[in-house]
């Protein structure tokens, strides 16, 4: 499901294209109509489906339980286990792409589906789908705008070592710790992208996310049984590299400005 191609805004938030564009926003690029695709294009391409949805989420799905299966066995499989543990990671950790297409509300035609399969997405990504549709909103309206991109708030890489320290994963477990506790705590400062009125949603989002994780740590706990640790925790960790290396291609070494075909 990984796919991070530009998108229209009005895929994230359908109820966007109904209200008037401010001057500032007419002037991005591409809230105006594309000169790359007509319309009738851009219809054929936008066609949802629930049963291709399905079918992609249970193939990922699918390898997932094989790779954690033969994880699970690694006492009688031998070096088979190593392989296993970076393809169950990486097939955590890659849920994030399931959140991505279900946040633009893409992956499957009916809204509630995408919205509950996004949710349980990020849950296992280690991301929030309430709180990322909004973020990644603006990111699109504001793609590559110093100020406005929330992305841009990430720190780049600048030389290999900078890029070897993002690879690791370390900055985005950070960020997303300190964005998660801040949010369940009813911290909004500092995010203009959620509004008042969905602070609440999204409140409740992050602490049902939280609530399952820590059910996680007391089950594992109660049968003396590391399984939160190596079942999430730790092939989470050794995904996330694989991840990193994908999103940080998106936009690192492109242009500042609005223009999509070369800011991306």
Known sequence: MLDP??????????????????????EIWHLQSSPVFSVTELTALNQRSDAKGWQQLLLHLA???????????RSVTGWFAVPALLMYGFSLASMFAAMHE?????????QRTNDAVGWCAGLLSFYNSAFYRRYHKWHHRYTQIPGKDPELEDVRPTNGLTYCWQLSGMPWWMGKIRTHAR????????FPYISESAQAEVMRS???QL??????????????????????????????PLL??????EHTG???????????
């Open 5 to 26: 191609s530009p998108r229209l805004i009005s895929d994230l938030e359908p109820a966007v294209s109904a209200f008037p564009p401010s001057a500032e926003e007419a």
């Open 63 to 73: 390898i997932m339980g094989i790779s954690g299966a033969v994880w699970a066995e």
């Open 102 to 110: 279900c946040v633009h509300r893409t992956a499957f035609a009916s």
């Open 183 to 190: 949010v369940a705590t009813g911290n909004f400062a500092g």
């Open 206 to 208: 992050l602490r049902l």
């Open 211 to 240: 609530a399952v994780y820590a059910g996680g740590i007391i089950l594992s706990i109660a049968v003396h049984q590391p399984w939160f640790i190596t079942y999430w925790l730790l092939p989470l960790a050794v995904g996330q």
């Open 244 to 249: 990193r290396a994908i999103l940080l291609s």
């Open 254 to 264: 492109c242009t500042h400005d609005n223009n999509p075909l070369t800011n991306t």
